[in-house]
């Protein structure tokens, strides 16, 4: 067949025109049309058909076609299709991301003026001391959050005036407020060393200072992984008055990695529904870019496996090799606010006048009175399996394998984050 015999207009669709680029669809059937680009200025021309050889004869018959048409016939695009190769479209893309690079220097200029201010006032209170501190109301810690919220570095922000109005309000207590303060002198050490960190580094900052990400490039570019993903415990605890947070923490059964579901509400507004703790559900999640992985998104919809249910939980033997874990986590990924942890053979009981639970090597770790009396009940002098979260002072229980079955403990009476620190 001869290019010149395709040279008409009723042989094609949908005129369009972006710069010197044209194209036009051509159907050769009802359920298939290629579609044929020609560049006016370069002679360039594409075509998605896989005929050979090139240039095939639709888009030789296209060029000719061009040459012979009114401008008014092509519909103005403001960019060029998406089926037309990398090269062509290079210069828009490459526009894109200089936007996207703009956007980011940005921000980073206006996270630096919060982030100037935070180390005028830490030097501030270091100088006066902690106990001097003590003495101050809340509105001298609210003030240096509101200057880090213009900042746009609002997760900062929170934890620094939600952790000094509790100690504003239990000096007694200082320990959650320090740790906030060495978590924020740790990110502005990493500021000034930003060019030196590699990705998830970067990544594990911007998200400790509040920096958001988007959840179609999490999606779309962060670590994929398909699996069967065991629903082992879920956390719910209010933030601020009116912010709460559900933590969902799944076990992948092949991959044998933990995955962290985190989900917000704000006001009268309630989570959606939540997974049953012990269930199986079936389906890949995309993980958040760090150093140490664990927050992640579902790609698509998860499959729940009705007949099925978790009867067993692979964990640690010790605390000690917990213990080890974490620390090798926050050599990664210092902001790590609690590490998931599932303890096999452990054992509720008494340490004076406090109870804990014992794992195998017979160390102890306090828990709440209310947790550990249900433990108590539940186990009979028998060992359990627990998982919860350990924040590396602190365990904290969220769920228990009892008789082949997932108990949640989530119904039970839990200190808040400004409390904790009081059962380490």
């Given at each position: 067949?001869?290019?010149?015999l395709l040279?008409?207009r ?5 005129y369009?025109?972006?710069g010197n ?5 051509l159907?050769v059937s009802?359920?298939q049309v ?7 200025a370069t ?5 998605t ?9 639709h ?5 000719q ?18 089926w037309?190769?990398?090269?062509l479209s290079a210069?828009?893309r490459?526009t894109?991301?200089r936007k996207?690079?703009?956007a980011e ?8 003026q ?5 180390t005028?006032?830490l ?12 003495a ?7 003030l240096i959050a ?8 609002r997760q900062?922000s929170r934890?620094?005036?939600?952790a ?5 309000q239990h000096?007694e207590?200082p320990?959650p407020?320090l ?6 002198a740790i990110?502005?050490r990493?500021?000034?060393?930003r060019?030196r ?18 959840r179609?490039?999490v999606r779309t570019?962060?670590?994929r992984?398909?699996d069967?993903?065991?629903v ?5 605890e ?6 709460r ?6 076990w ?8 962290l ?10 989570f959606a ?10 389906g ?6 760090s150093?140490?992985?664990l927050?992640a998104?579902p790609?698509?919809?998860?499959r729940?496996?009705p ?8 964990g640690?033997?010790t605390f000690?090799e917990?213990?080890?874990?974490f ?10 606010s609690?590490?998931p ?10 340490c004076g006048s ?9 160390a102890?770790l ?10 108590l ?11 919860g979260?350990?924040n590396?002072e602190?365990?904290?229980?969220v ?5 082949k079955?997932?108990?949640t403990l ?7 984050s400004?409390e904790?620190?009081s059962?380490?």
């Open positions: 067949m001869r290019p010149d040279v008409d009723a042989f094609f669709r949908h369009a025109r972006c680029w044209r194209w036009a669809a159907p009802v359920e290629h579609w044929v680009a020609v560049n006016t002679g360039k021309v594409f075509c058909c896989a005929l050979r050889p090139r240039p095939c004869l888009v030789q018959a296209f060029a076609l061009v040459g012979r048409l009114e401008e008014d016939c092509f519909e103005v695009h403001p960019t060029l299709p998406e037309l190769p990398f090269e210069q828009i490459l894109a991301r996207n690079t703009d220097e940005l921000r980073w200029k206006r996270a630096r919060g982030l100037e201010e935070l005028r006032w030097d501030d209170v270091l100088e006066r001391g902690i106990a001097t501190c003590a101050e109301d809340p509105h001298f810690y609210r509101t200057r880090l919220a213009d900042a746009s570095l900062l934890r620094i005036r939600t000094g109005e509790a100690f504003a000096p207590q320990e407020f740790a906030v303060l060495a978590d924020a990110a502005l990493a500021v000034e060393r060019d960190l590699d990705e998830r580094q970067q990544r594990d900052l911007e998200a400790f200072l509040g920096f958001t990400f988007k179609e490039d570019k962060g670590e992984l398909d069967t993903w065991a082992v415990g879920i956390v719910q209010t933030l601020e008055a009116d912010l947070e559900r933590r969902t923490w799944l992948g059964i092949q991959s044998r990695r933990f995955a579901l985190v989900d917000y509400a704000f006001g009268v507004e309630d529904p939540a997974f049953p703790v012990g269930s199986l559900q079936v890949t999640l995309a993980f958040y870019p150093a140490w992985p927050r998104l790609v698509d919809t998860l729940h496996l007949e099925q249910a978790i009867r067993s939980l692979p640690w033997r000690a917990m213990a080890h874990t620390a090798q986590a926050i050599a990664r990924q210092p902001w790590i609690a590490l942890a599932a303890v096999e053979a452990v054992v509720p009981a008494f406090s109870i804990g639970i014992s794992d195998s090597s017979d102890w306090p828990v709440t009175e209310a947790t550990g009396w249900v433990l009940a539940m186990s009979g002098g028998l060992p359990l399996t627990i998982f979260e350990w590396g602190r365990f904290r229980p769920s228990v394998l009892c008789d079955r997932f108990v989530s119904h039970i009476c839990e200190p808040s400004s904790a620190a059962l380490a």
